[in-house]
């Protein structure tokens, strides 16, 4: 038999080897307290912003240091850059997406780091850091058994390392001492630099003399703490393959035959369900046929977005499954041709869930939820444009799930950076602006935050005297003003955001603007 016309077999994860660490504590017990006092500094009785991407910087570039491998870093190092990116999409706006990425990179930054050792994809080493955060109480014991066995060996003072520190105070003494000297000196001669000085020590004084004792502080102290455990002396890997890193086997059956039949049937029937559904909506959306007595406009258009969602959902389950069975009943004939053909009745399915959305919104408004599920859709669509390559190719199933997770990641990397409610709310007013007999829902506008602001402003300062919604805009706007103008009293640069900013400086322009009485 030819060998060449053997395909190459998948490679399967392999029993993982467990990463190796130093039983050196001085990361946990000098890098991990300044890690917390950060985090406590940065965030505790905060409202995050720019700082929440500064910090989760700062810990990824201190694990990339610590543990990071010549020769094996280029994964992590893409990682802290795409983090780069994450971070300052924060210094514009802080959001739920924006975190979700910063801990997904993270999380890539601790595997490539310290998990390089455990055999198989480089998903088995991104989840084993997730799982190394899940499990980081139990470090503790770890922790202050190595502590307590020899104090000189566990905190990695012997004498060699002494001498290193000792040496290295020798070499920054001298710096420390003239460093000294000229700050008194130039605090004696600089009168600006002399209050920036005096100001810091009164904040450290402050600090110290206000320091928070409450159980909660404790606890925040304590969950931080715990995670620089795990991020500093990460716990060993795995030594075989976990359940969720193992490669999916194809499934074989005991009698093909009725497999075959049984696949064949399954498709035929859902395609034809789904020929007649779209067929419904090829008739009333996209030829405006004359809709059933008993079913209104707005029920057609928008009871119908969730559950055809969820049914091409299902079909994208049932097909993977279908084709995990063996090749002999996949490459069975017509099964491949009803798969590819139902592939594309889901993708005409959500051609009409955009449709729907599309008439809504013209009928009614755009809301961010409706942008939100847009975006799903597009990336329900890619997922089967992936599940039509993967029946056409045969591959696996790891791999079709490991590209789908790629897709998600990258979606959501990208709807970081944009401001979808600001986009929204100006949305709305242009379509009200244009068409006098729309409503416009300001009150919408103005729970979408600092996003809707602007939109409210363009709407407060029209010289459009005569409508209502002016008058109820203006009011809002008044107390937005004064609501940003208490919160700025106490404002803290750790919660700076770019776009609450230019927000804010826009409704108290527009307050101005408007204060006199109409």
Not at 185 to 214: H, P
Not at 426 to 447: I, P
């Amino acid at each position: 038999m030819n060998s060449s016309a053997v395909p190459p077999a998948i490679p399967i994860a392999s029993a993982a080897v467990p990463a190796q660490f130093t039983g050196r504590l001085w990361p946990a017990l000098t890098i991990g307290p300044i890690l917390v006092w950060l985090a406590d500094f940065l965030f505790w009785r905060q409202t995050p912003g720019f700082t929440l991407g500064l910090y989760f910087c700062t810990v990824a570039l201190v694990v990339f240091a610590l543990h990071a491998r010549p020769g094996q870093r280029w994964r992590a190092g893409i990682a802290c850059g795409l983090m780069g990116g994450a971070a300052m999409a924060t210094a514009f706006e802080t959001s739920f997406t924006n975190t979700l990425v910063l801990i997904g990179l993270l999380a890539v930054v601790v595997g490539e780091s310290c998990y390089r050792e455990i055999a198989g994809t480089a998903w088995a080493r991104w989840s084993e850091a997730l799982l190394s955060w899940v499990c980081a109480p139990g470090r503790w014991p770890w922790f202050f058994g190595r502590l307590g066995s020899n104090a000189l060996v566990s905190v990695g003072m012997s004498k060699a390392s002494g001498d290193v520190i000792a040496r290295a105070l020798q070499a920054i003494a001298p710096a420390a001492c003239l460093g000294l000297v000229f700050l008194i000196v130039f605090q004696l001669g600089n009168a600006v630099f002399k209050e920036l000085c005096n100001r810091v020590y009164t904040g450290v004084i402050d600090w110290l003399q206000n320091f928070d004792l409450s159980f909660d502080h404790l606890l925040f102290w304590f969950a931080l703490s715990t995670l620089m455990l795990a991020f500093l002396q990460p716990r060993k890997g795995t030594e075989k393959p976990r359940i969720w890193t193992r490669q999916w086997s194809r499934v074989g059956r005991s009698d093909r035959t009725v497999a075959i039949w049984q696949s064949r049937s399954i498709l035929f029937v859902i395609n034809a369900l789904f020929f007649a559904v779209n067929t419904i909506d090829v008739s009333y959306l996209w030829w405006h046929a004359e809709l059933p007595k008993g079913v209104t406009h707005s029920e057609f258009l928008h009871s119908g977005v969730a559950s055809l969602t969820f049914a091409a959902l299902l079909s994208a389950v049932v097909l993977a499954t279908l084709f995990q069975q063996s090749t002999e009943i996949t490459r069975a004939r017509g099964i491949k041709a009803l798969a590819l053909f139902w592939i594309v009745q889901n993708l005409v399915l959500i051609a009409g869930v955009f449709l729907r959305l599309k008439l809504y919104v013209e009928a009614y408004e755009l809301s961010t939820a409706r942008v939100y599920v847009g975006c799903f859709l597009l990336l329900v669509t890619a997922g089967f444009v992936l599940l039509a390559l993967h029946v056409v190719r045969e591959g696996s199933l790891n791999r079709l799930i490991w590209h789908n997770a790629l897709a998600v990641f990258v979606l959501f990397y990208i709807l970081q950076f944009p401001d979808v409610g600001g986009l929204v709310a100006q949305f709305n007013v242009d379509q009200w602006r244009k068409d006098r007999s729309r409503t416009l829902d300001f009150e919408y506008l103005e729970n979408l935050g600092p996003s809707g602001w602007p939109a409210l402003c363009s709407v407060a300062t029209t010289e459009d005297r005569r409508r209502g919604d002016v008058i109820a805009v203006r009011q809002i706007v008044l107390k937005i003003a004064r609501a940003e103008h208490e919160r700025l009293a106490h404002a803290d640069w750790r919660s700076f955001e770019i776009r609450r900013r230019a927000a804010s400086q826009a409704v108290t322009k527009a307050a101005d603007q408007i204060a006199a009485p109409l």
